[in-house]
């Protein structure tokens, strides 16, 4: 459950590229699955600017509490409506309809500095 065209971190957010210097943020199945039943997500708003490492917000479950960290620097330019009412759709789709934030990132090489698939899987393996 690692798709191929995505870059990864260690604290288990994924990037997908969006268009225009955007990607795609979220948590892997790794991390959703770890957390369990997810029931509430905190995001920023948009507009807001962060730093690689930033805390994004967090994902609520019903075992704990997680804080989500921007992979890369830049700023929020969309965050998704469904988690609102509908937070469960990061354990059902997390690389889909279950993405966070959408990222105009600073420097789009931070992003090839990433984890990919085979890194990230090798990280989860131990």
Excluded: C
Aim: net charge negative.
């Amino acid at each position: 459950m690692i798709p191929d065209d995505l870059r990864y971190t260690a604290e288990h957010e994924w990037l997908a590229p969006a268009g225009d210097g955007t990607f795609k943020v979220g948590i892997t199945h790794y991390a959703q699955d770890s957390l369990g039943d997810i029931v509430f997500v905190q995001l920023p708003e948009t507009g807001a600017a962060f730093e690689t490492g930033g805390s994004l917000g967090e994902v609520e479950s019903t075992k704990s509490v997680s804080e989500i960290y921007a992979p890369v620097a830049g700023e929020v330019v969309a965050v998704n409506p469904a988690l609102e009412s509908a937070p469960e759709l990061i354990n059902s789709d997390p690389y889909g309809e279950g993405w966070l934030v959408q990222l105009k990132v600073d420097d789009p090489a931070a992003v090839d500095a990433l984890l990919d698939a085979k890194a990230y899987a090798n990280l989860t393996a131990g």
